[in-house]
Structure formats: structure tokens, C-alpha cells
């Protein structure tokens, strides 16, 4: 079922929309003489909850999808405040514009839920878990939420955000401009042009907003988003290439508030950038055959001040990413998909200012993900991923291991379709998984605390579904 969101009500009225198209035209032919046979629409499919796009009605877990039309109904200009409409009783929101949005998809904690962007984690080391208010929406065109799903080699135990990014869809250039404005000092203005050719396309975007606060500061909350998309076909192979950058400025007046006495500062503030960019190639290297490999590299920087503090604390975060998979068909009705990825990351500091140092991790990872259908409207999925793991914590110039380990993530599914659109699917497994850097980093303060070990988690979901998924 694809969940659909009412508009957002207030005060905001529309100052200007200029849509702009710029088209090629091309004739349309003229219409057959008989008419044609009406096609079968096809069921909606999900992009994430496996290692290969598949039917929503066919795997096993709980999968939610959001076109444009439904994100751009919304006019989110953040994750947080889109699923704060869409799942209100799992996420929390501490407010107003660009401050903190957590998720607890299906109970689980906020560390434990993997958001991608295009195939990729999108996971700022420096939070414990993604805050959902840094995730622009521009030039998203699709969100899949996925539940307790088997998933595909990286997924978190707790489910995937999977956020996915658009081509042009008319030939030639085309383009939106728009702008919005308000009471209460709020703006935006919006830009995505693009251009689409022979077997290649360009998009690029820019978003630019700004917000009054409630209480008089020195300057407004403000958010200026950009990104560029670019694809290529050359013989068998799809290669593209994209980047986003963002800067959010938030302001934290309040510097310390207790029973007796409340410090006002209106200068004081939190500044947020973050850059992250990916090259990808799709091979299709025969029937049933086919390559994708990724590398990303993402970078978080943060100033912000801690409470009480009126001087803000730098913290960073840096994260290196590869991973390819080879999916090939092993029969009429069943296929293995094949994985391997490696991770480099490391956070420097924390809001904290008395965390002091760094904490580092890598990762390799190799998975195997298979799906078998016995009989026809009954269909398995198993997934099995073994990972070595390593941390360490930077003091000066002494860097000293505090974990190295193997961990792995076990589970299977079934789905069983049983007529008139009602499904039946369960999912289960269990994994031991590598703590945060950031856990890691913070328990290091602790005078004798022993290095944090590995993490053991057990997940089970079972599933009546009916209509297209849900």
C-alpha cells in the first residue's frame, strides 16, 4: 500500500511558484487505428528491501513508499519533518525547524535504523543515530520505509530509510523554480534544473531557506542545500556520478536554564555541513547477470555549543566507503546475489568538549543474500554476512585498540501470497554487530571503563498484509 500524507496545515502562504519547463517538444504520432490492449499496471516494487528491486506483495517485511508527488505535498524540506507526518508514533521531534529528529522504527533504538542515500549509508559518526532534521529532501524523488525486513547486506536491525534521487524525466532541459514565503520571517526559494539526453541526463539543484524564531536571536535558522546528478549508458555499463552539500545554522539562545536563573544569549548557535559524494557503475555482464559497484566518501562537521557553554565545540566526522555486488540467476525461480564492502571511518571530538581525542574504525564485510520460490506464490529469502571489525581510540599521538572482532547477521524470511491481495510473511534472525564510534569514543572518558565489545541482537516480525503490500 503506498501510504499517501495530507498537506501540512498553518500559516505559510505561497508568494510565487514559477514552474519551468524548457522541453524539447517532439510530435506525437498519431494514433493506431485500432486501439491498443490496456496494459496491466505494474505492482509497486521495492528498491531496498532486497539486494535486487522486488513486487512489495513479495517480500517478507513491511515496506512503505512515497513518490514525489507525496514528499512534495508534504513540503518537507527534511526527513524529520516528513516522517513526523507519515510515522508520528515512531519518530521524535524536539520541536521547531533543524533541531533534533530521532527514529524508532518498530521499538528499535535510533543507532539501530540505516538510512541510505542511493544505495549508500548516509550515517553522520558523530550522532547516535542519524538526525533526521540533516537529511535534506531535495531532489529526492522516492522514500521507501522498510520494517523489520530481511534486507539487503548493510541494512540496520531495525529497518532502512532508503531515500532515492531522480533523472530528468523529459528529453532535453527542463526545470522547476519556485518560492515560498510567510509570516514569521520564513523564505525558501527552490531550483532544480536539469538537462536529459541520449543515454545520459544532468540535474543539478539549490534550495535556500531561512526561518525567524520565536524569541529574538542575532540571526534566523537558515538551510542551504545543493546537489548534482550526473549519468552516462556507455555499451553495457550505467555510470553516474553525484554530490550534495549542505549547511544548516540553528540558534541556541537558551545557555543554561536552571531553577534559579535562565542565561539568554541570542548569538549563541549551532552550524552543521556536511559533503558526501558517490561514483557508481551497473554492469550487465550477460542474462541473469549483472555488477554494481560503489564508492563513497561523506564528510560531517560540527559547530556546536554544549549546553551551558556559550563557545562552540568542533567535532567531525569522515567515513570511506566501497561495496559491489554481483547478483546472477541459479534457476527459473530462485537467484543469489553475492556482496562485498569495506568501511573507513573515524570521529574527531564530540559536543562534549571534555570528550577529548578520536575514535577510528574499519570494517570488511562480505555477504551472500538468496531467494528460492518452491511453488509459486511461496517464496523464501535468506541472507548470511560475516564482518571483521576493528576500533581504536586516538589520544595524541597513541592510538590503542579497543576491539577487534568478527561479527556476522543471520536471518530468513517467507512471504506466502494468499489470494484476494492478502499476504502472510514473517522474518527473524540475529546478528553481533560493532558499536558506534561515538559509544566508543564517550566511554573512553570513563576512568577504567573496559573498551565496549561487540553487540548481540535478536529480531523476529510476523505479517498480515493486504491490498499492494502493507
Known amino acids: ?12 502562504f505561497f508568494l510565487s511558484a514559477l514552474p519551468l519547463t524548457l522541453a524539447a517538444q517532439e510530435q506525437v504520432p498519431p494514433p493506431p487505428s485500432a486501439p491498443a490492449e490496456p496494459q496491466a499496471e505494474k505492482p509497486p516494487e521495492s528498491w531496498a528491501a ?3 528491486p522486488v513486487p512489495v506483495r513479495r517480500t517478507p517485511g513491511q515496506v512503505s513508499l512515497f513518490d514525489e508527488e507525496d514528499i512534495q505535498r508534504s513540503g518537507a524540506r527534511t526527513l524529520g519533518a516528513f516522517l513526523i507526518r507519515a510515522l508520528p508514533a515512531q519518530v521524535q521531534n524536539q520541536g521547531g525547524p533543524g533541531l533534533p529528529s530521532r527514529i524508532y522504527l518498530g521499538g528499535s533504538r535510533p543507532q539501530d535504523t540505516l538510512v541510505l542515500m542511493d544505495g549508500m549509508p548516509l550515517m553522520d559518526p558523530g550522532r547516535l543515530g542519524q ?6 529532501l531535495l531532489g529526492v524523488t522516492r522514500i521507501e520505509i522498510i520494517t523489520g525486513s530481511p534486507g539487503s547486506g ?6 532502512t530509510i532508503a531515500l532515492f534521487t531522480g533523472k530528468p524525466i523529459k528529453p532535453g532541459a527542463s526545470g522547476d523554480l519556485s518560492g515560498l514565503g510567510g509570516n514569521n520571517g520564513q523564505g525558501q526559494s527552490m531550483a532544480t534544473p536539469g538537462y536529459i539526453w541520449e543515454g545520459g541526463y544532468l540535474r543539478g539543484g539549490n534550495l535556500s531557506a531561512e526561518e525567524k524564531q520565536p524569541l529574538p536571536t542575532d540571526r534566523p535558522y537558515r538551510q ?5 546528478n550526473l549519468g552516462q549508458v556507455w555499451g553495457s555499463a550505467v555510470w553516474s556520478a553525484a554530490w550534495r552539500g549542505t549547511n544548516f545554522g540553528l540558534p541556541l539562545p537558551y545557555q543554561e536554564v536552571t531553577d534559579a536563573s535562565n542565561v539568554y544569549n541570542p548569538a549563541r548557535e549551532s552550524r552543521q555541513r556536511s559533503d558526501i559524494g558517490q561514483v557508481r557503475s551497473d554492469w550487465s555482464l550477460g542474462t541473469g547477470l549483472s555488477l554494481e559497484t560503489t564508492l563513497g566518501i561523506s564528510r560531517f562537521r560540527h559547530d556546536q555549543p554544549n549546553a551551558g557553554s556559550a563557545v562552540s565545540s568542533h567535532f567531525e566526522g569522515r567515513q570511506t566507503r566501497f561495496q559491489s555486488a554481483l547478483h546472477f540467476g541459479t534457476g527459473p525461480r530462485s537467484s543469489l546475489s553475492l556482496r562485498l564492502d569495506g568501511e573507513d571511518t573515524r570521529q574527531d571530538g564530540d559536543v562534549d568538549p571534555a570528550v577529548l581525542g578520536a575514535a577510528k574504525g574499519n570494517q570488511v564485510g562480505l555477504g551472500l543474500e538468496w531467494h528460492f520460490e518452491p511453488v509459486p506464490g511461496f ?5 548470511a554476512r560475516g564482518t571483521r571489525d576493528r576500533q581504536s581510540l586516538v589520544q595524541g599521538n597513541t592510538d590503542t585498540e579497543v576491539l577487534n572482532g568478527s561479527g556476522h547477521t543471520l536471518r530468513l524470511g517467507f512471504n506466502q501470497e494468499l489470494g484476494g491481495g492478502l499476504r502472510l510473511y514473517a522474518a527473524g534472525g540475529g546478528g553481533r554487530t560493532a558499536p558506534a564510534l561515538l559509544q566508543q569514543l564517550r566511554n573512553g572518558q570513563a576512568p577504567l571503563a573496559a573498551p565496549l565489545r561487540m553487540e548481540q541482537s535478536t529480531s523476529l516480525q510476523i505479517g498480515l498484509g493486504w491490498g499492494k503490500g502493507n
Open 50 to 52: 532486497e539486494a535486487q
Open 131 to 136: 538526525d533526521l532534521n540533516e537529511v535534506p
Open 224 to 228: 542551504v542545500t545543493n546537489f548534482l
Open 1 to 12: 500500500m503506498i501510504l499517501k500524507s495530507t498537506a501540512p496545515a498553518g500559516l505559510t
Open 154 to 159: 548493510i541494512s540496520g536491525q531495525g529497518g
Open 379 to 383: 517464496r523464501l529469502l535468506g541472507l
